[in-house]
Protein backbone atom coordinates (compact mmCIF):
# COMPACT_ATOMS: atom_id res chain seq x y z
CA UNK A 1 0.00 0.00 0.00
CA UNK A 2 1.33 3.44 -0.91
CA UNK A 3 1.81 6.33 1.01
CA UNK A 4 2.30 9.69 0.85
CA UNK A 5 4.12 12.12 2.64
CA UNK A 6 4.73 16.03 1.81
CA UNK A 7 7.28 18.59 2.74
CA UNK A 8 8.15 22.15 1.59
CA UNK A 9 5.17 24.55 2.04
CA UNK A 10 5.55 27.94 4.30
CA UNK A 11 4.98 31.45 4.44
CA UNK A 12 6.64 33.66 1.21
CA UNK A 13 5.97 37.06 -0.08
CA UNK A 14 4.32 37.68 -2.96
CA UNK A 15 6.95 36.98 -6.52
CA UNK A 16 8.52 34.46 -4.23
CA UNK A 17 9.28 30.73 -4.96
CA UNK A 18 8.27 27.30 -2.54
CA UNK A 19 9.04 23.55 -3.44
CA UNK A 20 6.86 21.62 -2.45
CA UNK A 21 7.80 17.26 -2.54
CA UNK A 22 5.62 14.69 -2.26
CA UNK A 23 7.54 11.18 -1.77
CA UNK A 24 5.74 7.52 -1.65
CA UNK A 25 6.55 4.85 0.07
CA UNK A 26 5.47 1.09 0.07
CA UNK A 27 5.51 0.63 -3.36
CA UNK A 28 6.93 2.59 -6.62
CA UNK A 29 4.86 5.69 -8.82
CA UNK A 30 5.67 3.55 -11.64
CA UNK A 31 2.51 3.43 -14.07
CA UNK A 32 0.90 5.91 -12.36
CA UNK A 33 -0.81 9.81 -12.55
CA UNK A 34 0.02 12.10 -9.25
CA UNK A 35 -1.99 15.03 -9.14
CA UNK A 36 -1.71 18.42 -7.10
CA UNK A 37 -4.69 19.83 -5.32
CA UNK A 38 -4.63 22.87 -3.26
CA UNK A 39 -8.30 24.10 -1.41
CA UNK A 40 -8.15 27.51 0.09
CA UNK A 41 -10.78 28.52 3.17
CA UNK A 42 -14.04 28.48 2.47
CA UNK A 43 -13.18 26.50 -1.21
CA UNK A 44 -13.37 23.84 -2.85
CA UNK A 45 -10.48 21.76 -3.75
CA UNK A 46 -9.10 22.53 -6.91
CA UNK A 47 -6.62 20.83 -9.75
CA UNK A 48 -3.28 22.50 -9.94
CA UNK A 49 -1.15 20.36 -11.91
CA UNK A 50 -0.50 16.35 -12.68
CA UNK A 51 2.39 14.54 -14.28
CA UNK A 52 2.12 11.35 -16.03
CA UNK A 53 5.32 8.86 -13.95
CA UNK A 54 6.52 6.81 -16.90
CA UNK A 55 6.78 9.52 -19.49
CA UNK A 56 6.57 12.89 -17.39
CA UNK A 57 3.94 14.12 -19.60
CA UNK A 58 2.56 17.19 -17.59
CA UNK A 59 -0.47 19.31 -17.38
CA UNK A 60 -1.34 22.37 -15.26
CA UNK A 61 -4.57 24.74 -13.99
CA UNK A 62 -4.50 27.52 -16.46
CA UNK A 63 -3.93 30.03 -13.46
CA UNK A 64 -0.09 28.70 -12.70
CA UNK A 65 0.81 27.41 -15.91
CA UNK A 66 4.07 29.16 -16.64
CA UNK A 67 4.82 30.03 -13.23
CA UNK A 68 4.36 26.38 -11.48
CA UNK A 69 6.77 23.20 -12.57
CA UNK A 70 5.75 19.81 -11.78
CA UNK A 71 8.44 17.34 -12.12
CA UNK A 72 10.04 13.89 -10.92
CA UNK A 73 12.73 12.28 -9.32
CA UNK A 74 12.92 9.06 -10.11
CA UNK A 75 16.11 7.50 -8.09
CA UNK A 76 13.86 8.88 -5.13
CA UNK A 77 10.41 7.91 -6.47
CA UNK A 78 9.43 12.14 -5.47
CA UNK A 79 7.62 14.05 -6.87
CA UNK A 80 7.80 18.04 -6.87
CA UNK A 81 6.19 21.02 -7.53
CA UNK A 82 8.28 24.46 -7.78
CA UNK A 83 6.04 27.19 -7.35
CA UNK A 84 7.99 30.74 -8.55
CA UNK A 85 5.92 34.21 -9.02
CA UNK A 86 4.10 33.52 -6.02
CA UNK A 87 0.91 35.61 -5.38
CA UNK A 88 -1.71 35.85 -2.96
CA UNK A 89 -4.35 33.77 -4.25
CA UNK A 90 -1.86 30.86 -4.42
CA UNK A 91 -2.44 30.53 -0.63
CA UNK A 92 -3.96 27.27 0.26
CA UNK A 93 -2.91 23.69 1.41
CA UNK A 94 -1.87 21.95 -0.89
CA UNK A 95 -2.01 17.71 -1.58
CA UNK A 96 -0.33 15.12 -3.76
CA UNK A 97 -2.51 12.56 -4.72
CA UNK A 98 -1.84 8.82 -6.70
CA UNK A 99 -4.00 7.56 -9.08
CA UNK A 100 -3.46 4.66 -11.62
CA UNK A 101 -3.82 5.11 -15.24
CA UNK A 102 -7.72 5.39 -16.08
CA UNK A 103 -8.78 5.01 -12.31
CA UNK A 104 -10.47 7.64 -10.56
CA UNK A 105 -10.14 6.88 -7.29
CA UNK A 106 -6.87 8.08 -5.70
CA UNK A 107 -4.45 5.23 -3.89
CA UNK A 108 -3.47 7.53 -1.35
CA UNK A 109 -3.60 11.18 -0.47
CA UNK A 110 -0.32 13.41 1.35
CA UNK A 111 -1.13 15.02 4.34
CA UNK A 112 -1.34 18.46 2.86
CA UNK A 113 0.99 21.30 3.45
CA UNK A 114 0.52 24.96 3.98
CA UNK A 115 1.23 27.52 1.52
CA UNK A 116 0.85 31.21 2.62
CA UNK A 117 1.47 33.48 0.11
CA UNK A 118 1.78 37.23 1.87
CA UNK A 119 1.28 40.27 -0.26
Known amino acids: QVQLVQSGGGLVQAGGSLRLTCAASGRTFSGTLVDWFRQAPGKEREFVAQITWNDGTSYYKDSVTGRFTISKDNTKNTVYLQMNSLKPEDSAVYYC????????????WGQGTQVTVSS
Open 97 to 108: GVRGYGEFVYDA
